[in-house]
C-alpha cells in the first residue's frame, strides 16, 4: 500500500472515533476564522489595489495610484491658482484683455485635459528620475527651494521691446542670405545699437526700423514672465540675463534676424499672500507639492546637462530625401475611378428622394438614361454626354468621380461599381439611386496605398535605383495616377533633436545609402532616404531648435520606446531601444 492510501485510511479511522458534535464544532469555528481571513485579504488587496498599486509605471518604475490622486489634487489647485493671478493681472494692466481672456481659455482647456495630462507628465516625471539617475544627475535643496518659491509666489514681469533687422533685400528676408546680405543687416544692426547708446529713443527707432510686426508700436511687445517666452531664443534669453532695466547687445536670433531687446520695466517675484490658505483649504499633500517642485528643479539639471551634450561644436547629422503623401485613414483599402453621368427626375438630384416613386418625372429620367445608354453603345463620347449631367461637379471633369475606397457611395451604386471582372471602359447602367439613373463607365481600380507605397518603398531601396528620380516618376504616374498628391523634398541635413521624435527615430534607423519603409508620421506617409551622414556643426536655425525642443525630444526618445501600464493596463510596447537613454 503506498503512503497517500496509509494516510488516507488513518485518517478515516481517526474521524470514525472522533466525537462527532465536537469535529462539527472545531469545522464551524474553522470555517469562520477562514472567512475572516479571507476577507481579510479581500480587503487589504483593495486597500492595496486602491493606493499602493502603481497608477502609471515607466519600465519598472512607478508611482501609486494614491500618489497619482494626490498629485491630480495638486494639479487641478495649481490651475485655479493660475486663474486668480491671470484675472489679477489683467486688473493690474500686465495683460490686456485680449491676452487675458486667450490666457483663462487655456486654463479651461487644461482642465478639460487634466486627466491626460496628468498622466503625461507622470510618466515624464519617471523618466527623467530615471534618466538623471543613469546620468548621475542631482539637485541640492537650494535649486529645489527656487523651484518652490515659484510656487508661493507671483512671477517676476517684464516688459519688453524689440528692434529686428532682418536679412535681405530692403530689410526683408529672402531665401538663404548670401555674405553680402548678413554683413550689411550687421552694419545696421551695428549702427541701431551705436545711436541706442548715445542716449537714443528705443521706440522711435524701432518704429524707423524694425522690421517686424511690435515695429508700429515702438517695439512694444509686452509683460510677460520668463515661461511665457520662447525657449531657446537667443533674443529672450539676453533680455531676462540684464539684472535691471537697460537694452542689450546686437543677438544673431537666427540666420535671417538680428534683434536688440530692451527691458522698460521689471516688476520683481512677490509672495502671493493667498497661496498658504487655499493651499490649507484645499487639505493638499504639502509634502507631495513640495516634491514635485524638487522634479521641477531636478528637470532643470538634467535639461542643463543634455543641451550641454547636444549643442557641442560638431553633432552627427544626416543628410535626408523623402517622398510624402497624405494618410487619409483609408490607406488599407482598395479604391476604384469611375465616371458618371446622372439623370434626374425633374434635374434635380437634391431633391429626388422627395418624390413619390410613381411620379412620372422617374419615369421620364429613366427613358432619357435608357437614350443615353444606347447612344454611347453606339459609339457616342461619354465626356460629351456627361456635360449635360444632373451632377454638376462632375460634369465639369468630363463625369469623373475620386478615387474612391468601397462603401464611399451609395450602396446601389457601389454594387455596380465593385462587381467582379469590370475593365477600363466598360459601361453600367443605368443604374437607378435615390438621385436618379446613372450612366458609369468603369476606369480603373488599384490596390490600397499602403500596399502600393509598401511595393514602391521596396523598389526605391533596391541597388543602384536613384531615389529623387524614382519618386519623381512615381509621382507622375501612369495612366492610373496611383500617387496623385505625393512630394518629392530633399530636406538637407538634420540633426536629431532639432526636429520632432517620430521623424528623428524614424531617420536614425537608417545608415548612410538606406531607404526606410512605409511610416505614418504626422498625419502624412513617408519614405525617408539618408544620403549622407556626416559630424557637422549646427547651423542657427538647427541651434534654435534644438535649445528650444530638443530637451522634450530627447526625453520623448525614451518615452516612445519604453513599456507604460497605466491603471493596471499595458498601453505601450517596450521598444527595440527601451530602458537605453537617449544618444546625442
Known amino acids: 500500500m503506498n503512503p497517500f492510501s496509509r494516510l488516507r485510511q488513518g485518517l478515516a ?47 519598472g518604475h512607478g508611482i501609486s495610484k494614491s500618489e497619482a490622486k494626490a498629485r491630480g489634487d495638486i494639479a487641478a489647485f495649481k490651475l485655479g491658482i493660475e486663474e486668480s493671478r491671470i484675472r489679477a ?12 481672456t486667450a490666457a483663462l481659455q487655456k486654463v479651461t482647456d487644461a482642465r478639460t485635459n487634466l486627466g491626460k495630462q496628468l498622466t503625461a507628465d507622470m510618466v515624464e516625471a519617471i523618466a527623467i528620475a530615471t534618466l538623471a539617475e543613469e546620468r548621475g544627475v542631482t539637485v541640492d535643496d537650494a535649486a529645489k527651494e527656487a523651484e518652490w518659491a515659484k510656487e508661493t509666489s507671483t512671477p517676476e514681469l517684464r516688459l519688453l521691446r524689440r528692434i529686428t533687422i532682418s536679412v535681405g533685400i530692403g530689410g526683408i528676408s529672402v531665401g538663404t ?32 526700423d524694425s522690421s517686424d510686426s511690435y515695429a508700429p508700436n515702438g517695439g512694444l511687445i509686452g509683460w510677460s514672465a520668463q515661461d511665457e517666452d520662447p525657449a531657446g531664443d537667443a533674443g529672450y534669453e539676453a533680455a531676462w540675463a ?38 490649507n483649504e484645499a487639505k493638499l499633500d504639502m509634502g507631495l507639492y513640495k516634491k514635485l517642485a524638487g522634479e521641477r528643479a531636478l528637470k532643470n539639471a538634467l535639461k542643463s546637462s543634455v543641451l550641454a551634450e547636444l549643442t557641442t561644436p560638431t553633432v552627427e547629422q544626416r543628410d535626408v530625401s523623402y517622398a510624402a503623401i497624405a494618410d487619409d485613414g483609408k490607406s488599407d483599402q482598395d479604391r476604384v475611378e469611375v465616371s458618371h453621368i446622372l439623370y434626374a427626375p425633374n434635374n434635380d438630384a ?42 454638376a461637379s462632375s460634369a465639369k471633369q468630363g463625369g469623373l468621380l475620386t478615387w474612391a475606397p468601397k462603401g464611399t457611395y451609395t450602396q446601389a451604386f457601389d454594387d455596380a461599381i465593385w462587381a467582379d471582372g469590370l475593365k477600363r471602359g466598360d459601361l453600367i447602367g443605368p443604374i437607378k439611386t435615390e438621385f436618379g439613373y446613372h450612366i458609369i463607365r468603369f476606369e480603373a481600380r488599384q490596390q490600397s496605398l499602403k500596399f502600393r507605397l509598401e511595393l514602391l518603398a521596396k523598389q526605391l531601396a533596391a541597388p543602384g535605383t536613384d531615389f529623387e528620380s524614382a ?40 545608415d548612410q545609402g538606406a531607404v526606410s519603409g512605409v511610416e505614418s508620421v504626422q498625419n502624412s506617409f513617408l519614405i525617408v ?56
Not at 501612369?478 to 531617420?507: E, K, N
Not at 520623448?556 to 537605453?580: F, L, M, T
Request: aromatic share 8%; glycine share 8%; charged share 20%.
Open 13 to 59: 479511522a481517526r474521524y470514525a472515533r472522533a466525537d462527532k458534535t465536537a469535529l462539527t464544532n472545531l469545522t464551524f469555528v474553522a470555517a469562520i476564522a477562514l472567512s475572516a481571513l479571507l476577507l481579510l485579504g479581500a480587503g487589504g488587496y483593495g486597500w492595496w489595489s486602491a493606493t499602493l498599486a502603481p497608477g502609471v509605471e515607466v519600465n
Open 177 to 208: 542670405p548670401s555674405d553680402a546680405d548678413v554683413a550689411a543687416a550687421q552694419q545696421k544692426a551695428d549702427a541701431v545699437a551705436a545711436e541706442l547708446a548715445a542716449g537714443g529713443d528705443f521706440g522711435e527707432i524701432a518704429k524707423r
Open 89 to 100: 493681472r489683467i486688473a493690474a494692466g500686465t495683460l490686456t484683455p485680449e491676452e487675458g
Open 242 to 279: 540684464l539684472p535691471s532695466p537697460g537694452t542689450t547687445a546686437v543677438i544673431r536670433r537666427s540666420a535671417d534676424q538680428f534683434v536688440i531687446f530692451a527691458v522698460d520695466q521689471i516688476r520683481p517675484a512677490a509672495l502671493d499672500p493667498a497661496f498658504e490658505q487655499r493651499a
Open 529 to 584: 532616404k539618408v544620403n549622407a551622414v556626416e559630424q557637422r556643426p549646427l547651423s542657427e536655425a538647427q541651434l534654435t531648435a534644438v535649445k528650444g525642443n530638443g530637451f522634450a525630444y530627447w526625453i520623448n526618445d525614451y518615452v516612445a520606446s519604453a513599456e507604460i501600464w497605466v491603471d493596471g493596463s499595458k498601453v505601450q510596447e517596450k521598444g527595440q531601444a527601451a530602458g537605453a537613454s537617449p544618444q546625442p
Open 471 to 510: 519618386v519623381k516618376a512615381a509621382i507622375a504616374g501612369g495612366v492610373d495616377d496611383p500617387f496623385t498628391g505625393m512630394t518629392f523634398t530633399h530636406q538637407g541635413w538634420v540633426a536629431r533633436y532639432s526636429i520632432a521624435t517620430d521623424l528623428s527615430q524614424m531617420v536614425w534607423k537608417l
Open 350 to 391: 437634391r431633391n429626388a428622394r422627395k418624390l413619390d416613386p410613381a411620379d412620372p418625372a422617374w419615369a421620364a429620367a429613366e427613358a432619357e438614361a435608357n437614350a443615353a445608354f444606347a447612344q454611347l453603345q453606339a459609339g457616342a463620347d461619354f465626356s460629351t454626354l456627361a456635360k449635360g449631367s444632373d451632377d
